[in-house]
């Protein structure tokens, strides 16, 4: 149990289109998610919290009218990175609470997703 | 704020023990994660330690120091599967989670 899947799995676009990047637990509901961003070589980074039903808490730094973020169900979170730029170029890994677990601070993560702007 | 701090690199021989340190500093502190993360893949779960001291599983150890800040991850009888990085992450309830730059364990036959 506690599967955490990501689509895709690798993406490459062009420099200015925007892709969107699903998170879905798929046998736990999840009220919420978060959105890492990892660099090569580099240490994960949190980037938000996404949050069913309500509006995403984002990290200092990071710039949400640029990365949206859609948490519409317990079971789904989206990413969307806008008007994409070879500098967001990353590993994204998303991670879900379980709302059944006893352990508040359980984590699963999503395989992650390679993006490639070109 | 939190500083965590972890060697960058590390490098040992297969069949061999190594100890991988983490020192921190947390405006609040309940448990610290050790993750294993291979290259292009997601984080895995290696352990969460509440209480000091030292708590075995396997090949991989844990141990916690709350009054020092400092936690480290021993790693024994070294396999080549286990080149990975591997990532601390103190956690403070309630608060999301902050983990550290990562020490990157290479394993030579």
């Known amino acids: 149990g506690a599967v955490v899947s990501q689509h895709p799995s690798r993406v490459i676009c062009k420099s200015g289109t925007s892709v969107k990047i699903e998170c879905r637990s798929l046998d736990f509901q999840a009220t919420t998610m978060f959105w890492y961003r990892q660099f090569p070589k580099q240490s994960l980074m949190l980037m938000a919290t996404?949050?069913?039903?309500?509006?995403?808490?984002?990290e200092q730094g990071v710039e949400k009218d640029k990365f949206l973020i859609n948490h519409a169900s317990l079971t789904l979170s989206t990413l969307t990175v806008t008007s994409a730029h070879p500098e967001d170029s990353s590993f994204y890994i998303c991670s879900a609470r379980d709302l059944a677990s006893g352990f508040s601070y359980e984590q699963y993560f999503g395989p992650g997703t390679r993006l490639t702007v070109t | 704020g939190q500083n965590i701090d972890q060697p960058t690199e590390m490098t040992a021989t297969e069949g061999a023990i190594v100890q991988i340190n983490c020192t921190y500093q947390?405006?609040?502190?309940?448990?610290l994660f050790w993750y294993q993360q291979h290259a292009g893949e997601a984080p895995t779960f290696l352990s969460y330690?509440?209480?000091?001291g030292l708590e075995e599983k396997g090949r991989f150890s844990s141990f916690l120091s709350r009054s020092k800040g400092y936690s480290y991850l021993l790693l024994k009888e070294l396999q080549m599967k286990d080149s990975a990085s591997y990532l601390c992450a103190p956690y403070n309830y309630g608060q999301n989670f902050v983990f550290g730059p990562g020490t990157r364990l290479s394993v030579l036959p």
């Open positions: 947390t405006s609040g502190f309940n448990g």
């Open positions: 330690n509440v209480l000091d």
């Open positions: 996404s949050n069913e039903g309500s509006k995403a808490t984002y």
